[in-house]
């Protein structure tokens, strides 16, 4: 098996302390959560950090709970934790339909959402659902916490908001009402990394679109998503016709690469149905007709 | 030979053949399996490989002293190193040569350059980022179909006078009358398809342990083999070590599927590193390197044409193959078929002629070809005549199975010889697919199908639906010494078998298990034979030092080579149990009859001995006849007068989401002949195992190379095998019709199902979308891309 | 670095480096080689083990990240020789061939079942999906967890049945 290079390790005991070290340490530490992509990313020696600092002893960052008028999820809560989530579940089950496609039970037993946003894979599920939903990143510094929404959180492939002595502490989602939401991946294989996939979530007023938000994964989609999709879609009536006018503008903004997985012209195409399929499950959800 | 008669024993087991639980098991179950990396040894050293980042370059110099300044370093092994040896260069299992570390140049990517032993698994990686090497890039040889071309590099300028690619042209099969019965035919049919680069990827990858004792001079080898003995006898003409002073031990095996045939640099290494350190030497090869440079498999190029009458009665069928071998011929198969058995591709089916060309070319890919389950490349031969056929019916208007049935050979033609000149044992194959037929209910599934065909017309539904079909016929149990060697090495199987005085016993094989439970299946083999309780027989393999000779367990040969080797040595001990109970009973052997476990006297039932009881008398004091020795044991060598021709029909399911190009596996059938089953739980294992391959390979599988030659498929997040996900809940059924020339009449099981199911979950999709042709594997942006008209090329990088 | 870890009730202690990969710990450092390995990128399964009373890929864990936590192998899972349920639903319904697979699917399963004693053929395909195996078609690995399910006290129960 390949292994990773020397490296120093640290255990923080505390976020105070997790940020403590990695002031101490500079820009050659790097946090371990879950490890499931810092890990592999090592041992094929494509990341070779010198010290790692390890916050699974951490406490305060596995929750998922209602935070006034927003949903708040900790840094530390796994995969599975957010698969199995009923709260989630209630108001968006759009964490779950993306859950359930991400890698496989095992790795979901460790892989974190923080991990997942700080990864800032450009294939990562769960940066979809973020900007979808439009939530917002609470990142802690020894300065204190600022909040940033997650629409400006990823910075490009691998590069997030979060500094050198920075860590993301939770993940906030406004709670909305008369709304749907939905994920769907095209994959090789169960528990391989997406093809293509879209998330989103509808909230209806009437027959109106009151908002919408659409996430997309893996298509070189600028910040995982397409606000002109969005803008299309908002104010007007939630019909087959305009989705599939959205859709085809998710198809035509995007700027997927060709790789083993597929073609470019596949991926585009990809973009478009599949923001076609969870747009109207999303509104199917809203309107209580699916679960 | 029926099943049911068995008696049991004391610990519930049939004493022969039936469903019992695997004698393995215990300790697999409790992790206390000893594989090759579970090996260690007081002192024992690792080494790690450095590998070529290019697929083709010149190495103009290595410089390892910051390697081997390393602390934890004891020996770095270059080719130059080798070469003072005589090393360098080994034989491959097709009369060709293969570098064991570079010393010109590199061939392929991840070929291997340099050796490092040092103190632990991780010093010896880290001591590969020390060495320097400085390499000429040259241009690759990519893609096969231009292997040929005038202007392409010429990878083996190291064979004298070589000036082009081509590794040979053969052809089997009657050109000229071929070309007759295609002139006069109705319809002729001409199909391009693609058997792509996959790889055999058991889940343990390849390894071994190196010891040799200085004082000895005996070099013992924990090494993962499928081929124990084989491989003493190539480390002997290798390395010219004496074959008395090697003993090559293959411990448990995670698996094998023809990628643990051939011999690999890396253990000629490890042997080496122990050579020079005096230390024991541990090599386990990581999964990149188990992926882009261990055996491939397939990897052929045909293009099929089918020709027949207007109302379908199949009158011939030709093919033209381009190989890849990659860099080296390292193809495993018996000498006088470079092709191995692909001249087989007639299948199932009734023909006036037939004529096949291969044309095998380098590449700078890795080499071998050895296998992955193919039965000697059955496996493109079944897959080529069952999508050939699909074609045509797909060309003339007609069911599939409709025009299967019409064509299939039938029982009163047996034993059939094909154009080519295979000659098949037994077989009643429309029966075959009659019980597949009736077990997938094919009527209402063409019911369902058009039904939904009609939905999708009316745009109420994306979901499309297709039935796929494939009847494979393979010849396996490689094979009568008269026609087939391997590097001169005759395919007969040796078997040794002593009853001790209590009645146990133990018998040695000269063949090896990777997971098909010779342990048990061998057990019972003599249980049936002898009467002998399975849990009292102790089955000996994969250790030179107390094993017979023979080639190893690959092609399906274990049952229909060893497995007949072990009743002829039981019938032997049988014989000569006759003999010495008729002493203790003072009757002549004749006088006797036998019945499970035990010669009485006929007419007085009562009046008998035990095979046990024999056993002690035989190792007592009773007087012997004239002649006749004491103790109760026997060898034997088999020679298999023929190849057998396990067959089955294969039905498959699949429900294709037309938006994304999704394909699910809903339902798979089997129905297999593999003759009498000696434990038929232990069979539906294989078959389901083969069945998985299929899944796999017709979706997901495959090795694809850049431009720059590449590997796309170098990790299983690219080389993707199928889960639990993709696998329907098989569904089995079976037919029996023995092979008359086996003593057990069984026929081979191990690959069948590898071999059949690739075509019918082509057929399948392909049906559903209502295309003639697409290429395997058959990803959702490859069948997009099919339905829209304008198919990706599958060995090479995606564009 | 010194690493002390409880691993099948024992409390175990190793100076190891702080890049060793729990499943180097468990077979070179303890000699537990029943947990195997079979990749380099997180995705066979082949070492699956438990820590904390999750099944993880311990390939994927440091050994210094499991320091103070309770981890479980194949090894700790027959008692006084015994196959428990899981182990002797592989047996009775022939759920492994050559093996290697077989311990981190235990593994996965003994988890699945602690959290869903009854789970139907589609949960258990589920939660097999990160362990691959290459010989058995995943079947009779399916059966075997049903077997297990139908009968949570192993071998015993059928000898009392
Ligand atoms: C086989 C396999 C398949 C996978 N398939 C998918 C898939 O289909 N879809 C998908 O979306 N993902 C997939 N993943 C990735 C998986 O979801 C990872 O677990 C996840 O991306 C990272 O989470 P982690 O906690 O393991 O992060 P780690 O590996 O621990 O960390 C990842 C990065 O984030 C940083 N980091 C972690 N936490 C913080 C924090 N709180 N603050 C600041 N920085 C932090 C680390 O320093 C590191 O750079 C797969 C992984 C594997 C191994
Ligand atoms: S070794 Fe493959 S997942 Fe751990
Ligand atoms: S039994 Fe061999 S890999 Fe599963």
């Known amino acids: 098996m390949q292994v990773p290079d020397v490296f120093e390790y640290e255990r923080a005991s505390s976020v105070d302390d997790a940020i403590a070290l990695l002031e101490k340490h500079g820009d050659e530490a790097r946090l371990i959560a879950g490890g499931h992509s810092l890990l592999p990313m090592m041992k094929l020696r494509l990341a070779v950090p010198e010290v790692l600092i390890d916050i699974n002893d951490l406490e305060g960052l596995d929750h998922i709970r209602i935070d006034g008028d927003e949903i708040a999820i900790g840094a530390m809560v796994r995969h599975a934790a957010l698969l199995e989530s009923a709260l989630l579940a209630e108001h968006y089950p759009i964490f779950a339909d993306a859950e359930r496609v991400i890698a496989d039970p095992l790795v979901r037993n460790r892989g974190t959402i923080g991990g997942s946003f700080c990864q800032g894979d450009p294939a990562e599920d769960l940066a979809s659902v973020g900007t979808a939903l439009r939530g917002s990143a609470v990142i802690r510094s020894s300065a204190g916490e600022r909040t940033v929404p997650i629409r400006e959180f990823h910075q490009g492939p691998y590069e997030t908001a979060v500094g050198d002595a920075e860590m993301l502490v939770e993940l906030r989602f406004p709670i909305r009402t008369h709304i749907g939401s939905a994920y769907a991946k095209v994959e090789r294989r169960v528990g391989d990394w997406a093809v293509a996939a879209a998330g989103a979530f509808v909230q209806l007023d009437g027959d109106q679109i009151a908002d919408v938000g659409i996430g997309l994964t893996a298509v070189g989609a600028d910040g995982f998503t397409c606000p002109e999709a969005e803008d299309l879609l908002r104010g007007g009536p939630a019909t087959p016709e305009r989705f599939a006018d959205a859709a085809q503008l998710c198809h035509d903004l995007c700027a997927p690469v060709t790789d083993q997985r597929g073609p470019e012209d596949y991926k585009r195409h990809l973009a478009r149905e599949l923001t076609r399929r969870v747009l109207h499950r999303a509104t199917a959800r809203a309107r209580g007709e699916e679960s | 030979m029926t099943t049911t008669e068995v008696p049991t024993s004391a610990e519930g087991n049939p004493i022969g053949f039936g469903r019992m639980h695997r004698k393995e098991d215990a300790r697999f179950l409790r992790g206390q399996g000893t594989y090759v990396d579970d090996v260690t040894l007081p002192g024992m050293l690792h080494g790690a490989i450095l590998r070529s980042p290019f697929a083709h370059a010149r190495i103009v110099n290595i410089d390892t002293s910051a390697a081997e300044a390393h602390p934890r370093v004891r020996a770095v092994i270059t080719g130059e190193t080798l070469e003072g040896l005589g090393l360098a260069w080994m034989p491959t299992l097709s009369q060709d040569t293969q570098s064991v570390l570079a010393t010109d140049k590199v061939r392929f990517q991840g070929a291997e350059v340099a050796f490092v032993v040092a103190d632990d698994r991780y010093a010896a990686r880290d001591a590969l980022e020390l060495i320097d090497v400085d390499y000429e890039p040259l241009d690759a040889v990519v893609d096969a179909k231009k292997a040929l071309d005038p202007d392409a590099p010429v990878i083996r300028d190291d064979l004298e006078g070589r000036e082009d690619n081509k590794i040979y042209d053969w052809e089997a099969g009657d050109a000229e009358h071929c070309a007759e019965v295609f002139d006069q035919a109705d319809v002729v049919v001409t199909q391009e398809m693609l058997y792509p680069r996959v790889h055999p990827a058991p889940m343990e990858t390849c390894g071994s342990v190196a010891s040799m004792d200085p004082v000895s001079g005996k070099l013992t080898i924990w090494t993962t083999t499928q081929a124990p003995h084989a491989h003493r006898t190539l ?543 058959l990803t959702p942006a490859v069948v997009w891309r099919a339905m829209q008209g304008s198919p990706l090329r599958n060995d090479l990088a995606i564009e | 670095m010194q690493v002390t870890m409880t691993v099948n009730g024992d409390e175990v202690t190793r100076d190891v480096e702080p890049r060793m990969l729990l499943v180097h710990f468990i077979r070179d450092e303890l000699g537990l080689t029943g947990t195997h390995w079979g990749c380099d990128t997180s995705n066979c399964g082949t070492c699956t083990l438990w820590v904390d009373g999750e099944a993880v890929k311990s390939c994927t864990v440091l050994a210094a990240m499991a320091g103070g936590r309770d981890v479980h192998t194949v090894e700790g899972v027959a008692q006084n020789g015994e196959l428990d349920a899981v182990q002797q639903g592989f047996l009775e319904e022939h759920g492994l061939q050559c093996g290697f697979c077989t311990p981190g699917m235990i593994m996965t399963a003994k988890w699945l079942l602690e959290r869903d004693p009854d789970p139907d053929e589609g949960t258990i395909r589920e939660a097999i999906s990160g362990n691959l195996c290459r010989c058995t078609g995943y079947e009779n690995i399916v059966r075997a967890v049903r077997w297990a399910a139908e009968h949570p006290a192993g071998a015993d129960e059928e000898v009392s049945a």
């Open chain 2, 235 to 777: 480390y002997a003409l290798v390395a010219g070590l004496p074959e008395h002073k090697i003993q090559v031990i293959s411990p448990d095996i995670g698996g094998g599927f023809g990628n643990k045939v051939g011999i690999y640099p890396g253990y000629v290494c490890s042997i080496v590193g122990s050579i020079v350190t005096g230390k024991p030497v541990k090599w386990m090869e990581d999964r990149a390197e188990n992926l882009m440079s261990t055996s491939f498999a397939r990897d052929y190029h045909m293009t099929g044409s089918i020709a027949a009458t207007k109302d379908g009665t199949i009158q011939g069928l030709k093919v033209d193959v381009l190989a890849d071998h990659g860099a080296f011929n390292g193809v495993a198969q018996p000498t006088k078929f470079p092709a191995g058995f692909f001249h087989i591709f007639t299948g199932s089916y009734d023909y006036d002629a037939a004529h096949c060309n291969v044309r095998a070319v380098y590449t700078n890919k890795a080499p071998g070809g050895v296998a992955y389950a193919c039965s000697f490349r059955v496996t493109e031969a079944v897959y080529l005549v069952e999508r050939m056929v699909d074609c045509l019916a797909d060309e003339l208007g007609m069911d599939p199975a409709e025009l299967r049935m019409k064509n299939l050979l039938r029982p009163e033609q047996f034993p059939y010889t094909t154009p080519t000149g295979w000659e098949y044992d037994s077989g009643d194959y429309p029966r075959a697919l009659k019980e597949a037929m009736r077990l997938a209910g094919y009527d209402e599934l063409r019911a369902e199908q058009a039904e939904r065909r009609r939905a999708f017309e009316a745009g109420e539904t994306n979901q499309l639906m297709g039935i796929g079909l494939s009847f494979f016929t393979e010849g396996v149990g490689a094979g009568p010494r008269k026609h087939m060697d391997i590097l001169g090495l005759g395919m007969a199987d040796g078997c040794e078998l002593r009853i001790h005085p209590t009645g146990k016993a133990v018998i040695r094989l000269s063949v090896q298990s990777q997971g098909q439970g010779h342990e048990t299946t061998f057990a019972q083999i003599v249980a049936q034979e002898l009467g002998i309780p399975p849990e009292d027989i102790d089955v000996v393999h994969g250790d030179t030092d107390n094993t017979p000779f023979g080639l190893g367990t690959y092609g399906s040969r274990s049952t229909p080579v060893s497995g007949a080797a072990a009743a002829v040595v039981s019938r032997r001990v049988k014989d000569k149990s006759r003999i010495i109970a008729a002493a203790a009973l003072e009757c002549s052997p004749d006088d006797l009859e036998w019945e499970h476990g035990r010669w009485f006297v006929k007419g007085d039932p009562d009046n008998g001995k035990t095979i046990q009881e024999i056993a002690f008398a035989s190792h007592g004091n009773l007087e012997l006849p004239e002649g006749v020795e004491g103790h109760l044991d026997a060898t034997a060598v088999y020679d298999p007068p023929e190849l057998t021709y396990p067959f089955g029909a294969y039905i498959c399911v699949t429900d294709v989401d037309a938006g994304t190009g999704e394909v699910k596996v809903r339902r798979f059938i089997a129905v297999d002949d593999c003759g009498p089953r000696i434990n038929p739980m232990i069979v539906e294992g294989q078959i389901h195992g083969g069945l998985a391959d299929g899944v796999g390979m017709a979706l997901m599988e495959v090795i694809a190379f850049d431009p720059e030659g590449n590997n796309l498929g170098g990790s299983f997040m690219d080389y993707l095998l199928p889960t639990s996900m993709e696998c329907p809940s098989w569904e089995t059924g079976e037919t029996v019709t023995p092979s008359p020339h086996h003593p057990l009449g069984v026929k081979g099981v191990g690959e069948s199902a590898t071999v059949g199911s690739p075509a019918a979950v082509v057929n399948a999709v392909l049906d559903a979308l209502q295309i003639r042709s697409a290429d395997m594997p």
